[in-house]
């Protein structure tokens, strides 16, 4: 089954921003500070010497210094501001639009406090209150680039290149920030505009010879665009310029290679990141998506984990981490994962489809229903969502309720071959042949590569003695699914049926023995049905 | 035309009146009709009860039970035997549990002469099958046993003499399933015993302790997956009143020490050399085909019989044999464990069987119990074989679990609906079966010579279950009590073929079967709304086929190899005691 509802790169904000943003909140606080320094000076002071102190993550002394200031002066806006901030810092987000609104209704030409406020909405992910404040410090600043680059990049989580473009576009001056010239570059891809992104490329490379990170950037903005060639050159351009290069630039060269499925080249350079710098987040996963996609998914999840060791709280490593933990068949870490994404965000729903197949796997089946319930009241035009509920009532007996879900499932997506495939066991245990082979009869109609439903064809015309159509089927399932162990059983019958003693023979051998390499090793003989693993490598 | 239109509904109607009486064969019971069957243990006297443990921490004290049908009076009355065995605990303090021998007093009551019969304490028992195994004609008695088996000999004066070691019959290993067969139709029955796993009071499994000790992360007894298994052994009679171990030699030792349970003499193939099935628990089950010259090959996989139909080794525990589709052949009924379906596989002929469990009806309701005795039987005489089976968990802590199993489990009863399907009546035929409880053996036989078949239940928890028929149809029936000549003397697989009308019935006299138990060995058929039997074509084990043709219904007839129809006197021998 596939793990859907990933987001794609293009819609993605980019790091880069948040430390953009940081900064500039920072430097819009000193810089309207320094400007009241004059008036209450020994607050103010206070207050400046505050702002040092979470510069330099003294985070509890700042607040301290800002409480002194605020007891005595509550209504002291520059301090509510920098408390805000403070705030924001200790995640406590709430308190900090409380704080900061004070702050602006006080002093409604507050800078600090509107960029502070988009910061907040930002970290909300509330991209229209975040525009909403950008847009009020633009007022007050209209000349500030800073702003407007932040306005543009909040456009562009929208998807609204047109008036990400007009933000750009007021910049003015000489010496635009580099960032302006990325911002530009997504937003001219966003819109089609190639022959400007080559325009503009020279003078990012122009930059970039004095600061290779922003080349890096660059072919990051041209990887969510797929133009990987494009990308690649800009890396290996960056990677002349420097003696050593950073994990950043290891990591996108990694990133393009994988995206041109060169996995041993995307496997070297990920490597040499990670060596380059152990902790990061972002290369475990990558590197973790790379070893998947050659089929090494145990080492795959080893780095997911030390991934969540990292970061426990990050919903992307939870995700890889539950969806790997699933190929691998390490069910009952796939369930715990998904229950901790599932705990960040309860009605996100494809964190509920998660957490609802892994059960599923890890044999939970009643708690499985639940969530997978959950997630089809969600998306109720999903057929996958039915086709899960319908294995979850099938693991509790649940014959009736896993029939109609399967029918929904049917309606909502009739090429679907699992469900169809479901169905026939349902009809079969009832005793109803007839219905069964209906069943796969469709669902072989829709994909004549699904090994399961050839098997169970042949198997039900074996047993009606039907033994021509019982080999046409029994040897297509076991030449698409030659290690299912059944198959090889029944092919066995059939020719012993046949009188072919000697095949009979040979298939019962090697029945016996994929039976046998299953009970040693602890992994089924016969593969979980293949919906039920995540398309491919997690996103 | 207005005046054929008109005739045509009355022609209709008569021609469907002849339909109905010609055709009928003996009507599907309606609703208000189905037999019922009573419990009536209390009123019989039989005060026996197997001894247990509250607890069960060994896979011992959850596999015995095994009861037998047995006249060893030779009055033409099934008595019966109840095995026992003590807990471990009481094994280890050296105290035993008593057996019972209860004799059928004809009117609805059993005395014990269990003491007069000498047959209170073979050994910590697991199941009881009947064989003459020296021809005198007093069927003697095999008690499978933790330890080995002990032989009874009949003494014919209701007494019981162990000739256990005298027999040769050296087993010191853990005995649950035997079966007397006479493989080599030298017309002395030899001896099949397998046995389950390797278990020694003296060194015992830790209760709880490991993957293969726990059921749904509950502790429980072990086994028997991660207890190593034990071989089986089959014992040629010498006719001197000895066996020979002949095991290993024959092909049927089973050197991988396959779980091995309920085993059953029979021939599949129609060769005339009887074949042999064994449940194996948790292991593939063997099917050994009869090559002649004392060899078998096991060719259970290649006939269907080995694995469930999607190629899952099951917990095999019980066997019953029976021609439910009324094609000449003996398909097999194995029970299985909870969460596994019982399989019912079809035998098709040449050996080769296919498992029709969900086709047939028979799959679904048995899937929550854990199934142990069970026996094809005709409950209503109509002619058509139906299916009896009897459950009860092995593990009393699944009650604290919320799974929806339950320790205590109510038997199942399937109607034959002629056409390969059952039809689960088992709360339709009275109270009594639905009465929770952990039972293990069952034996059917005509207890009260009626002419309907009753059934006796031991439970490995308590008291034992006597049920009574309680038919009112008028659907005639014939039961045949046979005697060996040439043959071996209580004439073991001998065939019958039944021939009413179009109505056309196959059985044989079996020893063993059920779950380690032993069946009445007269034969009992049905016969709807034929009141005579055109004829009956008896297949003796000597391969001599007898044919006896215009039997009246609603009698027990006696038939001595060679000699057709005779008195019931003629081939039961007279009692010792009242000679002397």
Redesign the interface.
Known sequence: MQVCGFSSGKSRVQPWRDVVLSMLTLCAMFAFLSVRLNADQDEQQKVASAAKLVQGGQLGEAESLVWGVLTRDPDNAEALNLLGYVRLRQKRLAESETLLRRAITLSPKLLPAYITLARLFHAQDDTDKEIAALLDASRLAPGDAQIHCDLAAAYLKRNDYRQALDSLQQISGANPPDVKFLLLATTYLGLGRTADVDTLTPTIMSRGAKDPKLLVQFAEVLLDFDLTSQALYILETAQKKVQHPSAALLLTLGRAHERRDEYTLAERELRQALRLDSRSVDILQALARVLARQGQWEKSLELLVTARKLDPNSPEVLRKLAATSLHTGAASQAVEAAQALVKLGPNDPDALYLLGVAQLQNGESEEARTNLESYAKLRPQDGLAFLALAMAEIGLRDLPAAEANLQQSIKLDPNRAEAYYQLSLIFRERGDNSAAITQLQKAVAVNNQYAPAHAVLGALYLSLQQYDKAQEHLMHAVALAPDTADTHYQLGLLFARLNQRDRAQREMEQFRKLKDKGNSDGTPAVAPPATFQPAGPPS | MIGQVSQLPIKLLVFCGFAIIFLNQGAQPAAGQMPQFVDITDSTSIKFEHASSSDKKYIVESMGGGVALIDYDRDGLPDIYFTNAPTVEMALRGEKARAALYHNNGDGTFTDVTEKAGVGYPCFAMGAVVGDYNNDGWPDLLVTCLGGVVLYRNNGDGTFTDVTKQAGLSDTQYATGAAFGDYDNDGWVDLFVSHYVDFHLDDLPKFGEGKTCEYHSLAVQCGPRGLKGAGDLLFHNNRDGTFAEVSKAAGVDDPHGYYGLTAVWSDFNDDGRLDLFVANDSTPNFLYRNDGDGHFKEIS????TA?S???SEQAGMGVALGDYLHTGRLSIFVSHFSEEYATLFRN?GGL?F???S????V??PT?PYVGWGAAFFDVDNDGWPDLFMVNGHVYPQVDTLDVGARYHEPKLLFLNQRDG?FRNISQQVGPALQVPQVSRGVAVGDLFNNGRLDIAVENVDGKPMVLRNQNENHNHWVSFELAGTTSNRLALNARVKAVAGDLVQVDEVRSGGSYLSQNDLRIHFGLGNHDRLDRIEILWPSRKKEVLNNLVADRQYAVKEGQGVVPPESIRPISRSKVQ
């Open positions: 996989f290649l006939a269907g694995v139909q999607d190629g098709d080769s296919t498992d029709v969900f086709s047939s009806g799959a679904m899937i399907t």
